[in-house]
């Protein structure tokens, strides 16, 4: 990428942090981290089971079925990262797969 280009697209960036037009500047993103990730992805099973509002609508909403793929997502991730993962990420995921699968067959009920 030529400098100009390269200067254009930090611009860009730089103008986007502010967050929407004349609004608060947004908070700065948590590091990346696996930590984080499941997170992410354990909260999208947290709103699909209607615990949280979905922050697109401002509504509680269901949808079991992504509630599972997401779900589905994480034993996958899980298994495929088994022996990778330090002690505390093997405890997290384990802890967080055990919830989610509890509160998704409650919701079923």
């Known amino acids: 990428m030529d400098d100009q280009r390269e ?3 930090t611009d860009h960036a730089q ?5 929407e ?5 947004r908070p700065p ?5 696996l930590k984080t990730f499941i997170s992410g992805l354990a909260g999208q099973v947290l709103i699909n089971l209607g615990l949280f509002e979905n922050p697109a609508s401002g509504k509680k909403e ?5 509630a599972k793929y997401s779900i589905d997502l994480l ?3 899980h298994d495929k990262m088994k022996g990778n993962l330090t ?3 093997e ?7 055990y919830d989610l699968r509890t509160r998704y067959v409650e919701a079923c009920r």
């Open 7 to 9: 200067d254009d697209v």
């Open 21 to 25: 037009s004349g609004g608060a500047a």
């Open 75 to 77: 034993q996958i991730l």
């Open 87 to 89: 002690e505390e990420e």
């Open 91 to 97: 405890k997290l995921m384990n802890v967080i797969l």
């Open 15 to 19: 103008e986007s942090d502010g967050g």
């Open 29 to 33: 993103l948590p590091a990346a981290s």
């Open 62 to 66: 269901r949808n079991l079925e992504a």
